[in-house]
């Protein structure tokens, strides 16, 4: 089943470009990535499913329903971290988050101190005298606080430090054990790496990629190191499926991606010394299909 559905979505900020033709589903109990550099359109994106703002053309569905026109009521069951959290300063944060709780029908005191603990946050502090960070670890338990059964957050980790960001990312995957399904953005590609089943990569608006994690680091590419025992003419591996090639003195690398056989014809029929056949991480999926503008 299907938590999240978007078809098409576009969003226009007057002549701006924002999001354009934006299409992806995201299952029930997954955990999905949404990935891009900044500006590429994913804060747009996730504003648009929560009703924070209001799409050109298109539409999306949150548990089924659409979410302009049934916005409030499926909010209840959406946990949300923006990118940016702005707060009523002379507040305690313990206030606040009472104050947020107060939306939901249903006593969460419970969790607020479970999580308080888990991120290791003071609950008595003024909101003024937090860090950047510790702002952060607020947002974090304002999205959870209530238990929802969809949590979608925009580039979460940000300004928290690397033990704070692994305690989050535990909560989180509690969460989906318990049930939850996630959705969240970042640029940080080792963090999507390791948390997700699927991600969508976002560029200049437009869904270029969508896939399981696993199908785009071991099916799609293959990071190739040949070592030769003489300089190789360079355009010998110019061939389809060829891309990212570098060659320098008896070394030649590049990205391939087909049926690895052909490769593998071609490169036995040359002299040479070595061979390396690895997967490439994310990053370098990532920046290739960049570079390639696909
Ligand atoms: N309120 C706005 N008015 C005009 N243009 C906007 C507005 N908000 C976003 N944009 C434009 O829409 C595009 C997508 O921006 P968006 O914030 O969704 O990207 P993002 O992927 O979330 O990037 P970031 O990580 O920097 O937040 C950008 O070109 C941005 O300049």
Same mark, same amino acid.
């Given at each position: 089943m299907n938590v999240i559905e978007i078809n098409n979505l576009t969003k226009n900020y007057g002549k701006e470009r924002g999001i354009i033709d934006v299409s992806f589903n995201v299952e029930e109990k997954e955990i999905f990535g949404f990935i891009g550099p900044n500006g590429a359109g994913k804060?747009?994106?996730?504003?648009?499913l929560l009703a924070l703002i209001y799409p050109t053309s298109g539409s999306a569905k949150?548990?089924?329903?659409? /979410?302009?026109?049934?916005?409030?009521? #499926?909010?209840?069951?959406?946990? $949300?971290?923006? &990118?940016?959290v702005f707060y009523y300063d002379? +507040?305690?944060? #313990?206030?606040?988050?009472? $104050?947020?709780?107060?939306?939901y029908k249903k006593d969460c005191s419970k969790r607020i101190s479970e999580l308080a603990d888990a991120m290791d946050l003071n609950l008595n502090k003024k909101i003024d005298d937090l860090s950047f960070g510790n702002k952060k670890?607020?947002? #974090?338990?304002?999205?959870?606080?209530?238990? %929802?059964?969809?949590?979608?957050?925009?580039? %979460?980790?940000?300004?928290?430090d690397p033990l704070m960001q692994q305690k989050f990312f535990e909560l989180l995957q509690e969460e989906n054990k318990k049930g939850a399904t996630i959705l969240?953005? &970042?640029?940080?590609?080792?963090?999507? =790496?390791? +948390? /997700?089943?699927?991600?969508?990569i976002i560029k200049e608006g437009r869904i270029i990629q969508l896939e399981?994690? &696993?199908? !785009? =680091?071991?099916?799609? $590419?293959?990071?190739?190191?040949? =070592?030769?025992?003489?300089?190789?003419?360079?355009? $010998?591996?110019?061939?389809d499926g060829v891309s990212n090639l570098v060659?320098? =003195?008896? +070394?030649?690398?590049? !990205?391939?991606k087909g049926n690895i056989n052909t490769i593998m014809k071609k490169i036995s029929e040359i002299e040479i010394i070595n061979v390396w056949v690895e997967e490439p991480d994310l990053e370098e999926i990532f920046l290739h299909f960049y570079e390639k503008g696909a």
């Open positions: 804060s747009t994106t996730l504003r648009t949150i548990f089924g329903k659409d /979410c302009i026109k049934y916005g409030p009521e #499926i909010k209840k069951e959406i946990g $949300y971290l923006p &990118s940016e002379k +507040m305690k944060v #313990i206030d606040l988050l009472k $104050y947020s709780a107060s939306f670890k607020v947002g #974090i338990v304002q999205g959870l606080l209530h238990e %929802p059964k969809l949590i979608i957050l925009d580039e %979460p980790t940000s300004g928290l969240f953005s &970042s640029h940080i590609l080792g963090e999507v =790496q390791r +948390m /997700c089943n699927r991600v969508a399981k994690i &696993s199908a !785009l =680091q071991e099916n799609n $590419y293959k990071k190739i190191r040949v =070592q030769t025992t003489v300089k190789l003419d360079e355009n $010998y591996f110019n061939i060659v320098s =003195q008896n +070394m030649i690398s590049f !990205l391939f």
